[in-house]
């Protein structure tokens, strides 16, 4: 079976409601964040992507928050479904020279 | 995404053995890169290619190397492989927009060291 995630935080949601799945970034200097899904299997998969200047921003049932403040980044998932069923990880990058450095990751469980 | 391919999608093979794992890009970028993901981690970068000249080293670059044949293809080689290098590999390319840059990645090749 998949092993990638075997021991990564799980959010287990009912199928319907809303899901949230945070991130801590590292560096307060970092002013792009993506967010990624990868499904068992798959490589990584784009989700929404936001910029230091923006507090939030929305997609078809996404919605992403950044709180740089605190140096914190959410992932809002409305309605969540099965096919939602993934691992989650969160991206920060500073600088257009400089690469992207990813979060650990979330897995989340749909259960119908 | 069917636009970045990887080869092989599996492999075994032994401690002290070459390999080289292969990536083909159909999207016309210029960037690319290669990762490695391990159980409970995100993506760690391997290395990084800006163009077909141009390769950088990521954190983790040690026991790799890479060649950038032409701007739709970027390998990943393993000079003598070793067990800790098992992992899952996967490759991106990306391109920049508005300022905003998001990277597009392959399948992955599952990589056993025995």
């Known amino acids: 079976g998949e092993s990638v995630g075997l021991h990564l935080p799980t959010l287990s949601v009912q199928e319907g409601d809303n899901s949230i799945i945070n991130c801590a970034y590292s560096n307060s200097a970092s002013d792009y964040f993506i967010w990624y899904k990868q499904e068992s299997g798959k490589g990584p998969q784009f989700i929404i992507d936001i910029r230091s200047n923006m507090d939030k921003r929305q997609g078809q049932r996404v919605t992403v928050l950044l709180n740089k403040t605190v140096k914190h980044l959410s992932l809002q998932i409305a309605a969540t479904q099965p096919g939602d069923s993934a691992v989650y990880f969160c991206?920060?990058?500073w600088g257009a020279g400089n690469m992207l450095t990813f979060g650990g990751g979330t897995r989340l469980m749909v259960k119908p | 995404d069917a636009d970045v391919t990887q080869t092989p999608r599996n492999r075994i093979t032994k401690t002290g053995k070459r390999i080289m794992l292969e990536c083909s890009q159909t999207?016309?970028?210029?960037?690319m890169y290669w990762y490695r993901q391990d159980p409970g981690l995100g993506l760690q970068l391997i290395y990084y290619?800006?163009?077909?000249?141009?390769?950088n080293k990521g954190e983790i670059s040690d026991g790799y190397s890479v060649s950038r044949q032409a701007q739709a293809k970027f390998s990943l080689s393993l000079e003598s492989a070793i067990p800790n290098q098992t992992a899952l590999y996967f490759c991106?390319?990306?391109?920049?927009?508005?300022?905003?840059?998001?990277?597009?990645f392959g399948p992955g090749t599952r990589l056993l060291v025995l």
């Open positions: 991106a390319t990306s391109d920049i927009a508005g300022g905003q840059e998001t990277q597009y």
């Open positions: 999207k016309g970028h210029d960037r």
């Open positions: 991206a920060e990058k």
């Open positions: 290619s800006f163009d077909v000249k141009d390769i």
